[in-house]
């Protein structure tokens, strides 16, 4: 078969049509013959599908019907790449659209998102600038957390920071990418666009092609595709983008066996949970649909586990961490270049930040960006204290003075505009005056179309200003000349942005300021707001006071509104907080550290006092009384590292909990105090006897004093008392603090035939390996999971771990062990359960089928369809329920998927135990498991509810 030779994209339309229907008459097969084939091969192709792929009036047909067509006939090898090409060439975006894509796609994300710059010229290029951020990724549950920063004072379960790029090239259909609020989810999605659109046009393609959506725009009905393709065309026309781009150019690949990888930002900007919830369960479904079409980041702040819930249940998620301060001072003499002496005005920017108590707050992006536009400004000004302090003066610096936009010339030029419409003098002055009344309270109008935005307004900006009493229409000015006047003032302000026919805040913390700034605009205002945190929906039948239901974000901004007059508001503010925070609780420990992290200007005696006596609650959980020493040392150095010292003594406090305090005593207040606790912890043998939290003591030491933690846990991983696997994590991270010290120990782990290793701890070993030389790691790994002589069971878990390393080598092994009809029946629900993990799409058709087949041990059965009900709860359960219900199946068989389906559906599963417990048709045995397990269920969800 020659190589495609047509031109254009209707010319190679024609061709490709042409030789399928030339296969077909080879063959002797018909239409419906295709279509039954495609059936019988689980790939149903409808008959339309089929004719138009035929009929050269059509477009293309979609990648997965040209597949499923070309298995039916039989097609193949280099003949089948080949057709594929002619498609790619005959899309109907074709080459030229996708280009026209990239270009304004990489032009819109190059630009700085933030151009409210001060001083006479554009702010520097967000190329120029940016600092590529750390992340966190999941760990498993037999793996050590970091334990070496306030990650590990949160109790998070994270692994070792790795680059944040890594959430778009991680193995699963599905990731989320989490951050507070300013910490630079938007900035790293944009980037990875401009920097993989950049990639594209120089020839340097990728496994997939971003696209960037708010997630707001996928809160309507319309399916995906159709959002992306009305959001882009929306987004990009004003940047070189000509023509429309349709549905069709998203649901195609941007290139044949290529993903789009859609960047979904602010999910935690939908005010309603259903809303989100919907917009999740979309997101996850589209991405599950089977295609390999779309895989999904989604960008957001943190929200409760049961929301991401929707979107799977081994959905990773990666935390964004905030700059260092070697990232901050980098980040800020960027910023300094045009300044002389960048290098010195950097150093005095960062001791203005300790000055200002600034230091932590700067960490985070948004925040760092504020703070060196208002020192370029003028570097003689102090900077301002607190958070709502910083806003305050960025939104006067790119509002009230605007040097560089000439706001006040652009808002003067559309005050001329609406007047000089209107003929009559009359008509003429009314138009002026009040065009003139809505540019004096502009700023004030804003205010309040952030609050409405904030509590659920969708309707456009400029509807929700024309309802405003400052905004009063002449009977004379036509509706859609007002609202374009209107538009006009908006658009050069510097705190909106067009986005299609609206505006949109530059982002959600400048909303939030901006609403709680109408919120307390005058002291009536701030009354009702301090009554409406008083009377909370979350406010206990009892009278106990529980924190306001709001975003610690935008709680904070309304309580520095109500307590910055020092009036009888702010005192009754103050007198609320003291009430609230004396019930004391987990809800109230929680919100009183969130608001020093955010340097709310709560008063700073009796916060410190509160957040020592929270750090000595033996009620409260372990993590919040951490959280609550760190906070304090926010506010006093002395009185947080004397709760840290105490916890680090308190024996009713769990070993891990103890070391993590010592840590950070370690790091923040005082280094010789935390490294001695951490020694005495290692060493004492009444500390505690599991070797876990001794490592963990060891990695703590090497990030208070690298040398001699270092040395530690080189002792620890010669150590031969010690179990294997304390070993093994020992190395590991010893690899991470002497990178070349700690490979040669895993080494020796990996290959090492004198020591006695169990063949699961070598695998671990060479994970632990990959994590410090990933090139290393993955090579052993591979050898690992094709060696015959390795057990099954670490087989699986060597292409799990690979997997996570390299892709497609990993689930390839992964998969051939899924489907081997030779392998064990455990071994292919185990490999099947572990590709699960790694690729979803690929692991819930083998659990499908596995747990479907009825020629398997129906035990097995039952294992496929738990561990199915994890990644589709829904597919999952229903094939437990049919299990459990099947009167033809064994009493114990019933009783085994009704235990299963317990656990994946409490209230299923329960009452099918019950069932069974009741039924006397059942064996005596049968009864008696089945009430066992049933009252496990329910002690399971009791305990579950605590």
Same mark, same amino acid.
């Given at each position: ?29 018909s239409q419906a013959d295709v279509v039954r084939q495609t059936q019988l091969q689980g790939e149903s192709v409808s008959k339309a599908a089929v004719s138009n792929a035929l009929n050269p009036a059509k477009g293309p047909p979609a990648a997965t019907t040209l597949r499923a067509f070309l298995n039916a006939v039989g097609i193949s090898g280099t003949e089948k790449d080949k057709?594929f090409r002619l498609r790619d060439r005959a899309e109907s975006h074709g080459p030229t659209q996708l280009k026209a894509y990239l270009e304004a796609a990489k032009k819109a994300a190059r630009q700085h998102p933030y151009p409210g710059v001060p001083g006479a010229s554009s702010p520097p290029a967000l190329a120029d600038v940016y600092v590529r951020q750390q992340a966190r ?506 709760? /840290?010292?105490?916890?680090? #003594? +308190?024996?009713?406090? *769990?070993?891990?909990? !103890? &070391? @993590? $305090?010592?840590?950070?005593? %370690? =790091? ?44 530690? /846990?080189?002792?620890?991983? #010669? +150590?031969?008392?010690? *179990?294997?696997?304390? !070993? &093994? @994590? $020992?190395?590991?991270?010893? %690899? =991470? ?44 790994? /591979? ?8 057990? *099954? ?5 060597? $292409? ?147």
């Amino acid at each position: 078969m020659a190589d495609p030779g047509p031109e254009g994209r209707d010319g190679a339309n024609r061709e490709l049509k042409n030789r399928l229907k030339a296969a077909l008459a080879r063959q002797g097969l018909s239409q419906a013959d295709v279509v039954r084939q495609t059936q019988l091969q689980g790939e149903s192709v409808s008959k339309a599908a089929v004719s138009n792929a035929l009929n050269p009036a059509k477009g293309p047909p979609a990648a997965t019907t040209l597949r499923a067509f070309l298995n039916a006939v039989g097609i193949s090898g280099t003949e089948k790449d080949k057709l594929f090409r002619l498609r790619d060439r005959a899309e109907s975006h074709g080459p030229t659209q996708l280009k026209a894509y990239l270009e304004a796609a990489k032009k819109a994300a190059r630009q700085h998102p933030y151009p409210g710059v001060p001083g006479a010229s554009s702010p520097p290029a967000l190329a120029d600038v940016y600092v590529r951020q750390q992340a966190r990724p999941p760990v498993a549950d037999d793996q050590d957390s970091p334990g070496l920063d306030d990650a590990a004072a949160r109790g998070n379960r994270t692994g070792p920071a790795v680059p944040a790029a890594e959430v778009f090239r991680a193995g699963h259909d599905v990731c989320v990418l989490q951050g507070g609020p300013g910490g630079g989810k938007s900035t790293l999605l944009r980037t990875h666009l401009a920097d993989t659109a950049d990639d594209w046009l120089g020839g340097r393609t990728g496994k997939t092609l971003p696209v960037m959506v708010s997630a707001a725009a996928l809160s309507g009905t319309d399916p995906l595709p159709t959002v992306l393709a009305k959001t882009v065309t929306g987004e990009l026309r004003q940047l070189g983008l000509l023509d429309e781009l349709g549905a069709d150019f998203f649901r195609q690949p941007p290139r044949r066996g290529l993903s789009w990888l859609v960047l979904v930002d602010g999910v935690d900007e939908i005010p309603d949970t259903e809303t989100r919830h919907a917009v999740l369960a979309m997101l996850a479904n589209a991405a599950a649909a089977g295609t390999g079409l779309y895989r999904i980041v989604v960008a957001t702040r943190p929200l409760p586990d049961n929301e991401l819930g929707a979107l799977g249940r081994h959905v990773p998620r990666f935390d964004l961490q905030p700059f260092s301060p070697d990232d901050l001072l980098t980040y800020a003499t960027r910023w300094f270049g045009p300044l002389d002496d960048s290098g010195r005005h950097a150093k005095k920017f960062m001791a203005g930040l300790k000055r200002s108590r600034l230091e932590d707050l700067a960490s985070t992006p948004l925040m760092a960006l504020m703070l060196c536009q208002l020192y370029a400004a003028d570097p003689t000004r102090p900077l301002p204290e607190g958070r709502t302090g910083a806003y305050q003066s960025f939104v006067e610096l790119i509002y009230e003075q605007n040097f560089h936009k000439n706001v006040r010339d652009t808002h003067d030029e559309a005050i001329r505009r609406l007047k000089d419409r209107h003929q009559i003098p009359r008509d003429n002055q009314s138009a002026e005056k009040a065009a003139q009344q809505v540019r004096d309270h502009l700023l004030d109008l804003i205010d309040h179309l952030a609050h409405e935005r904030i509590n659920g307004s969708t309707a456009p900006a400029v509807e929700v200003l024309v309802s405003h009493l400052q905004v009063k229409r002449p009977q004379k000015v036509k509706q859609h000349l007002w609202s374009s006047f209107l538009g006009d003032l908006l658009r050069p302000t510097g705190i909106l942005t067009q986005r299609a026919d609206d505006f949109d805040f530059l982002h959600q913390t400048l909303l939030e300021y901006h609403a709680a700034r109408h919120a307390t605009r005058d002291e009536h205002a701030r009354s009702q707001v301090l009554s409406d945190l008083i009377a909370s929906p979350n406010a206990a039948a009892t009278g106990r006071l529980e924190p306001p239901a709001l975003d610690a974000s935008y709680l904070g901004f309304l309580l520095d509104g109500l307590l910055a007059p020092e009036d009888r508001v702010t005192a009754a503010t103050i007198r609320y907080v003291e009430e609230l925070t004396a019930h004391g609780g987990e809800g109230v420990c929680q919100f009183l550290t969130s608001q020093v992290v955010l340097r709310t200007s709560l008063p700073l005696r009796p916060t410190t006092a509160h957040l020592a006596r929270f750090a000595s609650d033996i009620a409260l959980p372990a993590d919040a009384r951490l959280l609550a020493a760190v906070a304090c040392t926010d506010l006093d150095r002395k009185a947080g590292g004397a709760a /840290l010292l105490a916890m680090t #003594d +308190d024996k009713s406090l *769990d070993g891990r909990s !103890r &070391v @993590r $305090a010592a840590t950070v005593l %370690g =790091r923040v207040v005082d280094r010789k105090a935390g490294s001695a606790r951490l020694l005495r912890f290692i060493r004492d043998g009444d500390f505690d006897s599991a070797a876990d939290n001794r490592v963990l003591a060891a990695q703590g030491l090497a990030g208070v004093d690298k040398k001699a933690g270092a040395a530690v /846990l080189l002792a620890m991983a #010669d +150590d031969a008392s010690l *179990d294997e696997r304390s !070993r &093994v @994590r $020992a190395a590991t991270i010893l %690899g =991470r603090v002497d990178r070349k010290t700690g490979i040669a120990r895993l080494l020796r782990f990996i290959h090492d035939g004198e020591l006695d290793f169990h063949v699961d701890n070598r695998v671990l070993a060479a994970q632990g390996l990959a994590g410090v030389d990933e090139k290393a790691g993955a090579a052993v790994l /591979l050898a690992m999971a094709d060696k015959s002589w390795y057990d *099954d069971y670490s087989r699986i878990l060597a $292409a799990e771990a690979l997997a996570c390393v390299n892709r497609e080598v990993g689930t390839s092994i992964l998969i051939g062990l899924a489907d081997d009809t030779d392998e064990l029946e455990k071994n292919r629900v185990r490999a099947a359960d572990a590709l699960a993990r790694v690729d979803r799409e690929a692991g819930t058709a083998r659990l499908t089928g596995l747990a479907d087949d009825t020629g398997f041990d129906v035990y097995y059965r039952v294992w496929a369809a738990e561990s199915l009900a994890w990644v589709d709860s829904e597919a999952g359960a229903a094939r437990l329920i049919g299990l459990a219900d099947d009167t033809k199946q064994t009493e114990r068989t019933r009783v085994w998927a009704a235990e299963a389906l317990a656990r994946v559906d409490r209230e299923a599963g329960t009452a099918r135990l019950i069932g069974l417990a009741r039924d006397a048709r059942e064996r005596e045995d049968a009864r008696f498991d089945a009430l066992w397990e049933a009252d496990l269920a329910r002690r399971r969800s009791a305990h579950q509810s605590e």
